[in-house]
């Protein structure tokens, strides 16, 4: 299987105003593309998610971090914590990930670059 991203685009709903459409779905994964446009609107998300930055950039703003972002960037945004996209050029579009379970993945030792974290 193969998502292609000019395809995904094409499903934005665009007319209600909404950047997001759902791309693919199994499971507890859920794939959108999502290309918000002037303001980042959303809010804390009942399952964890990853960002994948197709073109744009910014910042992401997720619980107290604010980290500089850039095509090619993966973000993380765990289940309940409050998250956006901030000073965002216009040409911002992202691949989500939805995944896990409601409430998110057990906190825990987190794996980043080959160093472990506590969470």
Do not use: I
């Not at 399952?47 to 910014?58: K, P, T």
């Not at 090619?72 to 040409?91: E, K, N």
């Not at 911002?92 to 906190?107: I, M, T």
């Amino acid at each position: 299987m193969r998502l292609n991203l000019l395809d995904a685009l094409s499903q934005l709903p665009g007319e209600r105003g909404e950047r997001f459409a759902v791309a693919f779905e199994r499971g507890t994964v859920s794939v959108e593309v999502y290309a918000p446009r002037g303001t980042d609107p959303q809010g804390p998300h009942t399952r964890d998610e990853l960002y994948v930055v197709v073109q744009g950039r910014g910042t992401f703003v997720c619980g107290d971090r604010r980290d500089r972002f850039g095509p090619g960037d993966l973000l993380f945004a765990a289940a309940g914590v409050s998250h956006r996209f901030a000073d965002f050029t216009d040409d911002l579009v992202v691949w989500v990930v939805f995944y896990g379970p409601e409430g998110g993945e057990r906190p825990g030792v987190r794996r980043v670059l080959g160093h472990e974290e506590r969470e």
